[in-house]
Structure formats: structure tokens, C-alpha cells
């Protein structure tokens, strides 16, 4: 399934948060939202999701929902949002639940994502014994087992320390490289971007409106850590950023 946004304009009360957005989301296509803070990318991701309803515009879905999809579109956040009395079996299985899927189905299910995500030890730990990046792992692996048409990844690794999300982002590549998934994926994070992104749609400040759109041909399993054409795309995007982000900072709260 693929996704238009179609001139999506938001705004909460006075504050007008994002103006005018057209993208297009392939399927097997990561697509990764930039910008500084407080410039929407997060209401983005929720209009995108259903969330919410934007005040002009709208979110098209293009083509039919993978085979067994029982969430066209899902969330992975930023903390991961487990149930600690749940094992990692246990948290997948809850939302295989909800759909009425149960006994060899659900196993099934369970045995096929955690494959995926390299968990298949780790069914019966409790989330208190994982580590955040294995904690993350889980949620992703949860998100698969409902097959999104695209899954809604919001700032995914920034809770993590840098080598965590080292291993996270080549985890995500690995993930991919195996079984192509469709994403958007919101980050502060320009390195995190360059490595994932196939496209990368940098935003304005407030009001957030579409500033340069990116693609990197590369395929993401031949991106090195240190590659100098990443470096220079990553430099370009933070040129693009700077002063948006350095006016943002700026900006005088409005409490
Ligand atoms: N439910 C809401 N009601 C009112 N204002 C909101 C609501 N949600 C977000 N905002 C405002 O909309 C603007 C954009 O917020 P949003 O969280 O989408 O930005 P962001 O780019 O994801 O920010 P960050 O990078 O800091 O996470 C902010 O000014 C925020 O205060």
C-alpha cells in the first residue's frame, strides 16, 4: 500500500502547525521526516495515522493492505510502551488477542516476527530483563505481527544511548534487508536519517511545510558507518536545517 498526503494543513487553535504538505510514501519504502523542534513532525505522523484529522488536506491510502494485515497502520514509539508483567511472548501475543487470533495461528505469528528481529531466545523474558534496545526490538517485532502496510515510527531509537542505536539502526537495516517493510519515521537525528531513509523529507519550522525532499540511492545495506557521500548528504541536510532549527530554538515559549 502506498500513501498521498494531499496539501495536509494543520493547525491547534491559533497555532497553525503545518501548512500545505504533499508527499508520497512507496510501498518497501522507508520515508524519514526531519526538522526541528516543535515543527509538526509528530502531528504529521499522527494525521498520517487517523489520529487525528487535519484542517485541510488528506492522507490517501493507494492499494490494498498486505495479506493478513490486521493494522494497516502502526505505531512504534519511542518507549516502547510494554507491559512489564507480560513476557516478550506475551506482549506480542496480547495484540494478536485483540484480532481473536489465538492457540497455533498466534503461535505461529510469535514465531515468525521474533525470528525476524533475532528474538527467538528471548520469548519468555520479562521487558525488566532487556536491555532498551531489546525492549525496542519487541515493540517492533509486536508491530510486525499485526503486518502494518506501514508502520508510524516516532523517534524510535532517541531514548537509547549512541551505541544502542548503532546496533538498533543496523538491526532495522538487517530487518529490512530480509523482508522490505513500509515506514515513516520521524527523527531528530540527521545520521539516523541518512542510514534508514530512503527518502527524507526535511521540514520548515513552525508552521512545518515541505523545505527539500532527499532520496539516497544507496541500498541500505551497503551504508556504512563513515560513508563519505552519507557524510556529505548528512552535512547538506543539517545546512538545510540550521537556521530553521537555531530560529526554533529561539523562539519564545508561548505558555
Ligand atoms: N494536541 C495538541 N494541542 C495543542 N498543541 C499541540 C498539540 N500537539 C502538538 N501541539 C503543538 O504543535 C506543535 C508541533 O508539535 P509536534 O510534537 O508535532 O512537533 P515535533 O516536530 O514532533 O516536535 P519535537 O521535535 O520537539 O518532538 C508544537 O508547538 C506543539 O506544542
Redesign the pocket.
Given at each position: 500500500m502506498d500513501l498521498s498526503l494531499e496539501r495536509i494543513s494543520h493547525a491547534?487553535?491559533d497555532?497553525e502547525?503545518?501548512r500545505d504538505i504533499s508527499l508520497e510514501v512507496q510501498s518497501e519504502e522507508i520515508v524519514c521526516l526531519v526538522?526541528?523542534?516543535?515543527?509538526?513532525?509528530?502531528?504529521?505522523?499522527?494525521l498520517i495515522g487517523g489520529l487525528?484529522k487535519p484542517s485541510a488536506g488528506r492522507v490517501l491510502q493507494l492499494g490494498g493492505a498486505p495479506e493478513g494485515c490486521l493494522n494497516p497502520l502502526t505505531y512504534v514509539f519511542q518507549d516502547f510502551a510494554l507491559l512489564p508483567w507480560r513476557t516478550v511472548r506475551g506482549n506480542i501475543s496480547l495484540v494478536l488477542e485483540d484480532h481473536g487470533i489465538k492457540g497455533a495461528a498466534r503461535d505461529a505469528i510469535i514465531a515468525d516476527v521474533l525470528g525476524r528481529t533475532r528474538l527467538g531466545d528471548f520469548a519468555d523474558a520479562l521487558p525488566r530483563q532487556l536491555s532498551g534496545g531489546m525492549k525496542q526490538r519487541v515493540a517492533i517485532a509486536r508491530a510486525l505481527a499485526v503486518k502494518p502496510a506501514v508502520m508510524l515510527l516516532?523517534?524510535p531509537l532517541s531514548a537509547l544511548d549512541a551505541q544502542t542505536r548503532e546496533l538498533l539502526m543496523d538491526d532495522l537495516v538487517g530487518l529490512w534487508t530480509r523482508q522490505p517493510f513500509t515506514a515513516v519515521y520521524?527523527t531528530?537525528n540527521l545520521a539516523e536519517a541518512v542510514r534508514l531513509g530512503h527518502k527524507i523529507v526535511v521540514?520548515s519550522r513552525?508552521p512545518?511545510q515541505v523545505r527539500e525532499v532527499v532520496e539516497i540511492a544507496t541500498p541500505l545495506a551497503e551504508r556504512a558507518h563513515g560513508d563519505a557521500e552519507l557524510e556529505a548528504v548528512q552535512k547538506h541536510l543539517w545546512n538545510v536545517m540550521r537556521d530553521e532549527a537555531r530560529a526554533a530554538d529561539e523562539e519564545l515559549l508561548?505558555v
Open positions: 491547534y487553535g497555532t502547525v503545518l526538522g526541528p523542534s516543535g515543527c509538526g513532525k509528530s502531528t504529521l505522523l499522527r487525528e516516532d523517534e520521524v531528530h521540514l513552525r512545518g508561548d
